[in-house]
Nanobody, 128 residues
Framework: QVQLVESGGGSVQAGGSLRLSCAAS???????????MRWFRQAPGKEREGVAT????????MYAGAVKGRFTISRDNAKNTVYLQMNSLKPEDTGMYSC??????????????????WGQGTQVTVSS
């Protein structure tokens, strides 16, 4: 069992920065450092999309094209926490940001590869 809690969302103007955190509580001998971690976002009226992924050992990171070069995902396994540093924010980055713990890097929001553990999300609003 893994419980995830996001924090750090808020309202900023375009060009600003935010740092999101996702803290995990693990139970029943679950090893947090064995999970791929992903950040997803969902804008109003749109499907949830993956924006950043990090491997269990933090050696591999992957980004959606729309955020590459602006967002940085990192993790601290000693603190069971994954972060998303978001710079040069744009209005189109507005949405509910959620973290997920996955068994595979390509885990998704729906379907057979749906991530088993999700946080409740934190809202990010970027104004122009």
């Amino acid at each position: 069992q893994v419980q995830l809690v996001e924090s750090g969302g808020g309202s900023v103007q375009a060009g600003g920065s935010l740092r999101l955190s996702c803290a995990a509580s693990v139970y029943n001998s679950v090893n947090y450092s064995s999970y791929w971690m992903r950040w997803f976002r969902q804008a109003p009226g749109k499907e949830r999309e993956g924006v950043a992924t990090i491997s269990p050992d933090a050696a591999t990171t992957m980004y959606a094209g729309a955020v590459k070069g602006r967002f940085t995902i990192s993790r601290d396994n000693a603190k069971n926490t994954v972060y998303l540093q978001m710079n040069s924010l744009k209005p189109e980055d507005t949405g509910m940001y959620s973290c997920a713990a996955c068994f595979v890097p390509e885990c998704s929001a729906t379907g057979a590869l749906r991530a088993p553990y999700w946080g409740q999300g934190t809202q990010v609003t970027v104004s122009s």
